[in-house]
């Protein structure tokens, strides 16, 4: 997304009204009912949700300029013609007799009030319950802490895309759809809380507090999104480098809650076709992230230099799923290595279990990776004692310490155009080739016995009670005796 481009601006200029409101002393979820100032004219303003609406959707920025009067009539009766039907936000919005008075031009009545819910001493869990989505992965885990914190709790489901799979899961909590608690604890980015608001309207969030988990992964928070904060009334930040993105820019507290993170797994080489006596590495990458991001030619580069290719105690195994999303990177890599057989390429899409199993079965996980905002795959290679070789940058580092890892040194360059969606202007690390290949060296050398264990930091037993301290200091749970 451009800094130049009629999204960025719509969404700085989306963002400064909603902080002028907020420092105001609008309720925070009213403001999206109120009328985005910059974007509005006499009888046709656009509300702030509307105007949010838009920024999610690229069909709709195809369909209206909103930078011109007549496009933003045209966008105001699609919303009353069709996205009522699509969004409970908007049927909401205009069914408020304070939004009725800004397009009949009559004095508009004062937004209904909000009671805040009943304190019940405990908290709604919302997120991808089921999705082979690493966000997904990071709600069943905090599920799994909460459990083990014996925290309150229920789950409700943001259900995702036909195109994402589903991992089947036994919770120990209670699925619901309605909230029960006067807290909520959201695991989902930034973009899909907003959907999910939309979608679902705002009753979630009235009268109740509001903590996001949100993902992020490079060094700032764009300012066009700042109104998403406007959903969240604590962001507990996964990582280091998650926090001091968010801490900047956000009305809210800021807290460091590190995953918990879960890996079980026996290896099989047989199972899945890899050689014995081989030193074998293996690393991923979702086709729904950043490829650029993942940098997974920079693993396949570094393995050709480090090793000749009539060196057969040495194998390769790239593991993606849903790489027809970035089809044609794809099918580049694939072409760069067609004459190396050690190569193995993988584009489907396993269970948890199927995947655990494989790194278990590999002895070095390789994350090249440009930017992480905690990198669980990485974890997870530690948690079944593999060796790691990662790019010394960015979430990972939070566990730098833990196993055995090679960190590859890496400069910092400008993340290019539409690398990254809104990361224009910012940075992120290009591994140091030499030194990727020296670490893919140095780790085969060291054979296939077993890393060091990666010690309790990512136990759900540690996370679960660092979970309780902060809602018992929020007054969400009692103190345990």
């Known amino acids: 997304m451009g800094r ?100 009949l031009g009559a004095a508009g009545a004062p937004p209904p009030a909000e009671s805040p819910a009943p304190a019940t001493g405990g908290v709604n869990v919302v997120g991808h319950l089921h999705a082979r989505l690493g966000v997904g992965e990071d709600v069943r885990c905090a599920a799994a802490a909460l459990t083990a914190a014996a925290i309150p709790h229920v789950l409700m489901d943001a259900p995702v895309g036909s195109d994402i799979g589903s991992e089947p899961h036994a919770f120990a909590a209670a699925t619901v759809s309605a909230p029960l608690h006067a807290t909520n604890l959201l695991f989902m980015s930034a973009w899909e809380t907003f959907r999910y608001f939309c979608v679902n309207g705002s009753a979630l969030w009235r009268g109740r507090r509001t903590i996001c988990v949100w993902p992020w992964e490079l060094p700032n928070w764009p300012e066009p999104l700042d109104f998403c904060m406007l959903l969240a009334d604590e962001i507990w930040a996964i990582s280091s480098f998650v926090r001091s993105a968010f801490e900047l820019r956000a009305p809210v507290p800021v807290v460091a809650m590190p995953s918990a993170v879960v890996a079980q797994a026996r290896p099989d080489r047989a199972a899945y076709g ?115 070789v990662a790019t010394k940058w960015s979430g990972n580092l939070d566990f730098r310490d833990r196993g055995r890892q090679f960190l590859v040194d890496a400069a910092l360059r400008r993340v290019p155009v539409g690398a990254y969606s809104w990361g224009e202007g910012q940075v992120w690390a290009e591994p140091v080739s030499a030194a990727a290949v020296e670490a893919m060296r140095a780790v085969a050398r060291l054979g296939s016995e077993p890393a060091p264990p990666a010690g309790d930091l990512f136990d759900p037993d540690i996370v679960g009670a660092r979970y309780r301290t902060r809602l018992e200091a929020l007054g969400v749970l009692h103190r345990l005796r």
């Open 274 to 388: 890899l050689p014995e006596g081989a030193f074998v590495f293996v690393c991923f990458f979702d086709g729904n992230s950043s490829f650029a991001r993942k940098n997974p030619g920079a693993v396949i580069a570094a393995f050709r230099a480090a090793f000749p290719t009539t060196d057969f105690s040495v194998r390769l195994v790239v593991k993606a799923m849903r790489a027809g999303g970035s089809s044609q990177a794809w099918r580049k890599l694939q072409a760069d290595a067609e004459d190396d057989p050690r190569i193995a390429f993988v584009d489907e899409e396993w269970s948890r279990d199927e995947v655990l199993g494989l790194i278990a079965s590999c002895d070095a996980l390789v994350s090249l990776h440009r930017a992480e905002g905690f990198g669980r795959p990485i974890a997870e290679a530690l948690l079944l004692r593999r060796s790691v």
């Open 4 to 103: 130049e481009t009629g999204p960025w601006r719509i969404g700085l200029q989306l963002s400064r009204c909603a902080r002028r409101l907020l420092c105001a002393g609008v309720n925070p979820r009213d403001i999206f009912f109120k009328p985005c100032d910059s974007l509005s004219t006499d009888r046709r303003p656009l509300l702030a949700v509307s105007v949010g609406i838009w920024l999610m959707r690229p069909d709709l920025q195809a369909a209206f300029d909103l930078e011109t009067v007549e496009d933003r009539t045209r966008y105001l009766a699609w919303q009353v013609d069709h996205g009522v039907q699509e969004y409970a936000a908007l049927r909401e919005a205009f069914a408020r007799p304070d939004v009725r008075g800004l397009y």
